[in-house]
């Protein structure tokens, strides 16, 4: 069984920065593409990133291109959301997901089949 727990949501004020962290557990984590997904109260949930089983490439929303940065560890099973230049819009529940490929179909949240718990990320103004 996949486990997928993220760490280091909070309040914090627009203009300021997070890392969030995903720890995976339970399945061989190197070659499988991580997705990052946000959920704000009463949306929908949205796309923010996502990167390839081996690093090879990144994807971003347009709303968070140039502010946030995903990367992963392979060797820690660990794959992260470094967030910068927040806004008050960035608030939500943020969730990272695991795909059964090591591509990810940009965009979208096609492919992903485990997905963890979620870290409320509140941004003030």
């Known amino acids: 069984q996949v486990q997928l727990v993220e760490s280091g949501g909070g309040l914090v004020q627009a203009g300021g920065s997070l890392r969030l962290s995903c720890a995976a557990s339970?399945?061989?984590?190197?070659?499988?593409?991580m997705g990052w997904f946000r959920q704000a109260t009463g949306k929908g949930r949205e796309f923010v990133g996502a990167?390839?089983?081996?690093?090879?490439?990144?994807s971003y929303a347009d709303s968070v291109k140039g502010r946030f940065t995903i990367s992963r560890d392979n060797a820690k099973n660990m794959v992260y959301l470094q967030m910068s230049s927040l806004k008050p819009e960035d608030t939500a529940v943020y969730y990272c997901?695991?795909?059964?490929?090591?591509?990810?179909?940009?965009?979208?949240?096609?492919?992903?089949?485990?997905w963890g718990q979620g870290t409320q990320v509140t941004v003030s103004s």
């Open positions: 997901a695991q795909s059964l490929s090591s591509a990810y179909v940009a965009g979208t949240s096609v492919g992903y089949r485990y």
């Open positions: 339970g399945r061989t984590f190197s070659g499988f593409a």
């Open positions: 990167i390839h089983g081996n690093s090879l490439s990144t």
